[in-house]
């Protein structure tokens, strides 16, 4: 984990190790102040040498300035590279989800990796800078007093030793018990994010059925758990403060008591007393910043290690040695096909044969849960199946590189997804590289043009984040012409025409035909009127075809398929899953 979070300080190393540069010196100067503060007491004031107290008084004034222009100079350093690796975290994490397949997204939930990228990246911002500056400074500032205040009186100096002893004891047993407390607060974090998140993106759907109270009360629980947690860590870190003021008055009274009769026997001068109240209370200070260092990379290593799980998964996919870079046809091969969603979980396709010849238009259809949609994902290899050989052109999907194939095989997906930008930037998301007539045309194509050129800018009008400024049938119209615009060999609809109305469904299919009609394709829908012009029709019941022929035999031969057909045909609901 350290490793992989370290690789992506990067170009930022330079800063990250002068900062501990600037901090030694910050700490020379600060620590060499008190020790100048007794030779101006004791040769200055004490002695009535005004001459004195002028020239130690002046090498203060520059040991301060010093000091101050140092830690200006850590300080600055400092921020500039925890800045840089957060931004370079945040890169590595996005660019790995980019990679990932179906399968490695199904790991994580929404809401936790956006927690990763967000809280769990400041705290490992906050957890480095304070790891170049306090980890260094503490240590150093604690040492370097201790140092001098043996210089100056050895036997006062067990004072130290014996406050050290003990607020380390004190310090380890309160960090050991929030380390625990940290970890449980990411993961309510990450509930609470996942409560927001899904509300906000199902906020039509609560209204609809007025359950905003429903949706308050959870919110509300989540938000009492991690305040219930965060209280118990808060509480345990207030002890910290006030075991520490005890720790030093007990130092100065103890110094106070001792010095005073170490100054009487004239084994220690007044301003040497002085110092070393200095140098007392800069050894508890440090001792106080370091445990602040431990409470913070104790917090940071639970975030430290979800972000190093993001960055290191390997994906299930990988690209083959030699990949294939052009994709010969649209013919689609299942041979022998099973897939399950998990190691050892059941089967979500099982014994799939199909052989479908390029060009041809192939309908899909069946229950939900069927594996109507997952047959699809095969195709573009959205999945890796568990047994058996998909092939596309003739040729393995395993043996094509991603791009070539996802490039050749256009997927219209059930969730139709708008960005946020112009009409054209969404359909160029098919070919970056399209024209505006191309653009056009593909619109026409999926009988989106007339809606399109309706609008108040035309195809220069603003879809917002999702396509919430549209209706689902636009959406979805709009989904199709962006893939068309890839000008693939194979074309998947999956459900993709299920919130137009008949007439625009007939007249997309219509328009297939004579527009795209070397294009394999594929289409997934619960309608049997919008397959049922295919030349070829498959039937699937869980996870299994049941018939796979024209609709004309099929309704002769499948007892499935006409009992659909005629529950439609009658004006039925035709829920495939009614039909026993």
Same mark, same amino acid.
């Given at each position: 984990?350290?490793?992989?979070?370290?690789?992506?300080?990067?170009?930022?190393?330079?800063?990250?190790?002068?900062?501990?540069?600037?901090?030694?010196?910050?700490?020379?100067?600060?620590?060499?102040?008190?020790? #100048?503060?007794?030779?101006?007491?004791?040769?200055?004031?004490?002695?009535?040498?005004?001459? &004195?107290?002028?020239?130690?008084?002046?090498?203060?004034?520059?040991?301060?300035?010093?000091?101050?222009?140092?830690?200006?100079?850590?300080?600055?350093?400092?921020?500039?590279?925890?800045?840089?690796?957060?931004?370079?975290?945040?890169?590595?994490?996005?660019?790995?989800?980019?990679?990932?397949?179906?399968?490695?997204?199904? *790991?994580?939930?929404?809401?936790?990796?956006?927690?990763?990228?967000?809280?769990?990246?400041?705290?490992?911002?906050?957890?480095?800078?304070?790891?170049?500056?306090?980890?260094?400074?503490?240590?150093?500032?604690?040492?370097?007093?201790?140092?001098?205040?043996?210089?100056?009186?050895?036997?006062?100096?067990?004072?130290?030793?014996?406050?050290?002893?003990?607020?380390?004891?004190?310090?380890?047993?309160?960090?050991?018990?929030?380390?625990?407390?940290?970890?449980?607060?990411?993961?309510?974090?990450?509930?609470?994010?996942?409560?927001?998140?899904?509300?906000?993106?199902?906020?039509?759907?609560?209204?609809?059925?007025?359950?905003?109270?429903?949706?308050?009360? *959870?919110?509300? *629980?989540?938000?009492?758990?991690?305040?219930?947690?965060?209280?118990?860590?808060?509480?345990?870190?207030?002890? &910290?403060?006030?075991?520490?003021?005890?720790?030093?008055?007990?130092?100065?009274?103890?110094?106070?008591?001792?010095?005073?009769?170490?100054?009487?026997?004239?084994?220690?001068?007044?301003?040497?007393?002085?110092?070393?109240?200095?140098?007392?209370?800069?050894?508890?200070?440090?001792?106080?910043?370091?445990?602040?260092?431990?409470?913070?990379?104790?917090?940071?290593?639970?975030?430290?290690?979800?972000?190093?799980?993001?960055?290191?998964?390997?994906?299930?996919?990988?690209?083959?040695?030699?990949?294939?870079?052009?994709?010969?046809?649209?013919?689609?091969?299942?041979?022998?096909?099973?897939?399950?969603?998990?190691?050892?979980?059941?089967?979500?396709?099982?014994?799939?044969?199909?052989?479908?010849?390029?060009?041809?238009?192939? %309908?899909?259809?069946?229950?939900?849960?069927?594996?109507?949609?997952?047959?699809?994902?095969?195709?573009?290899?959205?999945?890796?199946?568990?047994?058996?050989?998909?092939?596309?052109?003739?040729?393995?999907?395993?043996?094509?590189?991603?791009?070539?194939?996802?490039?050749?095989?256009?997927?219209?997906?059930?969730?139709?997804?708008?960005?946020?930008?112009?009409?054209?930037?969404?359909?160029?998301?098919?070919?970056?590289?399209?024209?505006?007539?191309?653009?056009?045309?593909?619109?026409?194509?999926?009988?989106?043009?007339?809606?399109?050129?309706?609008?108040?800018?035309?195809? &220069?009008?603003?879809?917002?984040?999702? %396509?919430?400024?549209?209706?689902?049938?636009?959406?979805?119209?709009?989904?199709?012409?962006?893939?068309?615009?890839?000008?693939?060999?194979?074309?998947?609809?999956?459900?993709?025409?299920?919130?137009?109305?008949?007439?625009?469904?007939?007249?997309?299919?219509?328009?297939?035909?004579?527009?795209?009609?070397? #294009?394999?394709?594929?289409?997934?829908?619960?309608?049997?009127?919008?397959?049922?012009?295919?030349?070829?029709?498959?039937?699937?019941?869980?996870?299994?075809?049941?018939?796979?022929?024209?609709?004309?035999?099929?309704? *002769?031969?499948?007892?499935?398929?006409?009992?659909?057909?005629?529950?439609?045909?009658?004006?039925?609901? %035709?829920?495939?899953?009614?039909?026993?």
């Amino acid at each position: 984990m350290i490793g992989t979070l370290l690789k992506e300080v990067r170009q930022y190393k330079v800063p990250a190790l002068l900062t501990p540069l600037w901090t030694t010196l910050e700490v020379i100067m600060w620590i060499l102040i008190p020790y #100048v503060t007794a030779s101006l007491i004791d040769d200055g004031v004490m002695a009535g040498n005004l001459s &004195n107290v002028y020239k130690y008084g002046s090498w203060m004034a520059v040991l301060a300035l010093l000091s101050t222009v140092f830690g200006v100079l850590a300080g600055w350093f400092a921020a500039w590279s925890s800045s840089g690796l957060a931004a370079n975290l945040r890169s590595a994490m996005y660019r790995s989800i980019q990679r990932y397949s179906f399968s490695d997204i199904d *790991k994580y939930s929404t809401a936790g990796l956006v927690t990763r990228m967000t809280t769990d990246v400041a705290s490992i911002q906050n957890a480095f800078q304070m790891l170049l500056r306090t980890s260094f400074r503490a240590p150093l500032n604690m040492v370097s007093a201790l140092a001098m205040c043996f210089l100056i009186h050895r036997r006062l100096s067990i004072v130290f030793l014996v406050a050290m002893l003990i607020l380390s004891v004190f310090l380890a047993l309160l960090i050991s018990r929030a380390a625990r407390l940290f970890k449980e607060i990411l993961l309510k974090v990450d509930a609470l994010n996942g409560v927001v998140q899904e509300n906000v993106s199902a906020i039509r759907v609560v209204k609809a059925y007025v359950r905003e109270d429903h949706e308050i009360s *959870k919110f509300d *629980k989540a938000v009492l758990n991690l305040f219930t947690l965060n209280v118990r860590v808060e509480t345990l870190m207030a002890l &910290n403060r006030p075991v520490m003021n005890l720790i030093v008055n007990g130092c100065i009274i103890a110094l106070s008591w001792f010095g005073a009769r170490f100054i009487v026997d004239g084994s220690l001068t007044t301003g040497e007393l002085t110092s070393l109240f200095s140098y007392v209370m800069t050894v508890l200070s440090s001792l106080m910043m370091l445990s602040m260092v431990f409470v913070q990379l104790t917090q940071s290593f639970a975030s430290g290690s979800r972000i190093a799980e993001v960055i290191e998964e390997v994906p299930d996919m990988e690209e083959p040695a030699d990949p294939v870079l052009e994709v010969p046809s649209g013919s689609i091969d299942f041979d022998s096909v099973y897939f399950s969603y998990g190691k050892g979980g059941d089967y979500a396709l099982e014994g799939i044969d199909l052989h479908i010849l390029p060009g041809e238009t192939i %309908g899909i259809i069946g229950g939900t849960g069927s594996g109507k949609s997952t047959l699809g994902a095969l195709v573009s290899r959205l999945y890796d199946v568990s047994e058996g050989t998909v092939r596309v052109g003739g040729i393995n999907v395993r043996n094509f590189s991603l791009k070539t194939l996802r490039s050749s095989v256009a997927v219209v997906l059930q969730k139709n997804t708008l960005f946020s930008g112009t009409v054209f930037e969404n359909l160029r998301w098919g070919r970056p590289d399209a024209t505006d007539e191309e653009c056009i045309e593909a619109c026409k194509a999926a009988c989106a043009d007339e809606f399109v050129s309706a609008m108040s800018e035309g195809y &220069n009008t603003r879809i917002e984040q999702g %396509g919430t400024n549209v209706s689902g049938g636009q959406r979805q119209r709009l989904c199709i012409a962006r893939a068309l615009l890839k000008r693939p060999k194979v074309l998947i609809l999956d459900d993709s025409t299920s919130a137009v109305d008949t007439a625009t469904d007939a007249k997309i299919r219509e328009t297939f035909s004579q527009r795209i009609p070397g #294009v394999t394709k594929l289409i997934i829908s619960q309608r049997v009127l919008s397959i049922s012009s295919a030349d070829r029709i498959a039937v699937m019941e869980d996870g299994r075809v049941i018939g796979f022929d024209t609709h004309e035999n099929l309704l *002769k031969d499948n007892s499935v398929y006409r009992e659909i057909y005629e529950m439609q045909m009658s004006g039925g609901e %035709g829920d495939f899953d009614e039909k026993k």
